[in-house]
């Protein structure tokens, strides 16, 4: 069997996401896992596949046909990884500014996790309506790096990037 990562991106419209299983299931392939979402207008995301290894140009002729109507669609071998080490979550909040997301990847990159899911979202205050920035992720972290050095680095750049950090186990 073969397990393939279906990218995806294009114009939002009604039946995308149907047509994206059409082209699936006629290869004869299972619809594992996915992240899909309207993001800035456009419909995008991933889709983990199973399927025969044979029928892996069928299923690309059949998402050609969805690629024609307006959805790009690449296709790529997912890459088996044995993950070890420590999960961890985090999330902060704090008022909307340029070099957030670069600053966090920063430190936790610097200590060589790996972030595994990643969201961020913006939302209105309650009192003032000004935009609030959220971030959620899931790291693993090597093996040596306890969660605690995570939690003091995030720490560490919170007060400069003015948000609110909460580090726990993944639960």
């Given at each position: 069997?073969?397990?393939?990562?279906?990218?995806?991106?294009?114009?939002?419209?009604?039946?995308?996401?149907?047509?994206?299983?059409?082209?699936?299931?006629?290869?004869?392939?299972?619809?594992?896992?996915?992240?899909?979402?309207?993001?800035?207008?456009?419909?995008?995301?991933?889709?983990?596949?199973?399927?025969?290894?044979?029928?892996?140009?069928?299923?690309?002729?059949?998402?050609?046909?969805?690629?024609?109507?307006?959805?790009?669609?690449?296709?790529?071998?997912?890459?088996?990884?044995?993950?070890?080490?420590?999960?961890?979550?985090?999330?902060?909040?704090?008022?909307?500014?340029?070099?957030?997301?670069?600053?966090?990847?920063?430190?936790?990159s610097q200590l060589g996790a790996?972030?595994?899911?990643?969201?961020?979202?913006?939302?209105?205050?309650?009192?003032?309506?000004?935009?609030?920035?959220?971030?959620?992720?899931?790291?693993?972290?090597?093996?040596?790096?306890?969660?605690?050095?995570?939690?003091?680095?995030?720490?560490?750049?919170?007060?400069?990037?003015?948000?609110?950090?909460?580090?726990?186990?993944?639960?």
């Open positions: 069997m073969a397990l393939l990562v279906l990218s995806v991106a294009g114009s939002d419209r009604p039946g995308l996401t149907k047509a994206l299983a059409a082209a699936v299931l006629s290869a004869g392939g299972n619809w594992l896992e996915s992240h899909l979402s309207h993001l800035g207008g456009l419909y995008v995301g991933s889709v983990l596949v199973e399927l025969d290894q044979a029928k892996v140009e069928t299923l690309r002729s059949a998402v050609a046909a969805v690629d024609a109507a307006g959805l790009e669609v690449r296709i790529a071998p997912a890459v088996e990884s044995a993950a070890s080490g420590e999960t961890l979550e985090f999330s902060l909040v704090g008022q909307d500014r340029p070099g957030i997301v670069n600053q966090v990847t920063a430190a936790v790996n972030i595994e899911t990643f969201e961020t979202w913006l939302s209105p205050e309650a009192h003032s309506g000004a935009q609030l920035f959220h971030m959620a992720a899931h790291l693993r972290l090597p093996d040596g790096l306890k969660a605690s050095a995570v939690q003091d680095a995030l720490e560490a750049i919170s007060g400069e990037i003015m948000v609110d950090v909460a580090v726990g186990a993944k639960g």
